[in-house]
């Protein structure tokens, strides 16, 4: 549904994202998860064919979305950062603006913006004028203008920000009930954010995407699968030829803990088994004590700062030199 080809951005001499590829399935929630300045805002809007790309491809629906910029509004809804909003209008009447805009009949319109309305739970604010409304339903109302004209791709540019808690908490509810009959994407900075929303997820840093896959996957790609750690009485270069010798078993190494304390030992396993139980019979026959197992599992936060900070890399991503473009952008609905 959404197919991004070697797509750059420069500014200047800034590469604000540099050949990046990637796909969103129809029907999935892709999460598009970056630091500050990783390349997010760009993409997106590039995406939504508010801004031309230096360099590559975007398509959606089949659609280039910079050959196809007007037709390409029919096919997705957005929502940037700061939702385009006229706070002095009810949100009934706002919502009916937005889907003359958006070209839907006026025969259509009355159960377009009702079916948004509830969508979105805003019934009970239809006759609300927005600037009175909490940032929490202001949101809730800049999704409702993104999906009032039913299309069958939504951008969403850090759709959280700025929400307490509970906001947040109904936000990511809404959007999670929008995948299957819709393809999101949606940009973020906060982990949990993908781990609860979204069935895939792309890492960006520096403008590059480092790593695309479920986020299972992901952590289970860049640790080699779960493992234990185990306190043990006696010689730990012993213990660890017992333990490497297990099937299962890819690696065994010490943790530091300060001389008066037993030996700590983390065990890495293959993904997909369960040597728990082998590593405690061959540690007791070897004569160790096993004082505590503790089953540990990497988090995503781990994967993030891995691929973030030593911008280790799941496939190979080459480099692009391009020159200065212009920009010609307007964020309009
Ligand atoms: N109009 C612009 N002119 C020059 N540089 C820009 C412009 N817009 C963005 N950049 C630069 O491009 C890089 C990517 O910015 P972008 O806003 O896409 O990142 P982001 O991941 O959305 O970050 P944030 O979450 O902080 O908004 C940054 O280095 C930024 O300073």
Not at 10 to 34: C, K, M, N, Q, R
Not at 65 to 78: D, F, P, T
Not at 143 to 158: M, R, T, Y
Not at 308 to 316: F, N, V
């Amino acid at each position: 549904m959404i197919e991004v080809e070697h797509l750059s951005k420069i500014y200047g001499s800034t590469a604000a994202i540099s050949d990046i590829t990637f796909s969103v399935e129809p029907g999935e929630i892709l999460g598009f998860l970056g630091p500050n300045g990783a390349g997010k805002t760009t993409t997106m809007r590039i995406l939504a064919g508010y801004l031309p790309a230096t360099k590559g491809t975007a398509k959606i629906a089949g659609y280039d979305v910079h050959e196809n910029s007007l037709a390409i509004r029919q096919k997705i809804g957005y929502l940037p950062e700061t939702p385009p909003l006229y706070p002095e209008m009810t949100v009934e009447g706002f919502l009916h603006f937005v889907a003359r805009i958006k070209g839907i009949s006026a025969g259509d319109r009355r159960q377009k913006v009702e079916a948004a309305m509830q969508r979105c739970n805003l019934q009970e604010k239809r006759k609300v004028i927005i600037r009175k409304l909490s940032k929490g339903f202001r949101q809730r109302v800049g999704i409702a203008q993104a999906i009032v004209h039913d299309p069958p791709a939504i951008i969403l540019d850090e759709p959280t920000v700025g929400l307490d808690p509970r906001q947040i908490i109904d936000v990511r509810n809404l959007i999670k009930s929008l995948a299957g009959t819709h393809t999101i994407i949606l940009s973020t900075h906060i982990l949990p954010e993908v781990s609860m929303t979204c069935s895939r997820v792309a890492i960006i840093n520096r403008g590059k995407v480092v790593a695309t896959n479920t986020p299972e996957n992901l952590m289970t790609q860049l640790t080699g699968g779960s493992g234990y750690e185990l306190e043990i009485s006696g010689e730990p270069a012993l213990a660890k030829q017992v333990l490497q010798n297990i099937s299962g078993v890819i690696l065994v190494e010490s943790m530091p803990t300060s001389d008066h304390y037993r030996p700590h030992l983390r065990v890495i396993s293959q993904p997909g088994t369960e040597p728990g139980k082998d590593i405690a019979a061959a540690l007791i026959r070897g004569g160790f004590d096993l004082y505590e197992m503790r089953r540990v599992s990497a988090s995503l936060e781990d994967v993030f700062l891995q691929l973030t900070t030593e911008e280790k890399q799941l496939s190979p991503e080459t480099e692009t030199t391009e020159t200065e473009t212009t920009e010609t952008e307007g964020e309009t609905i």
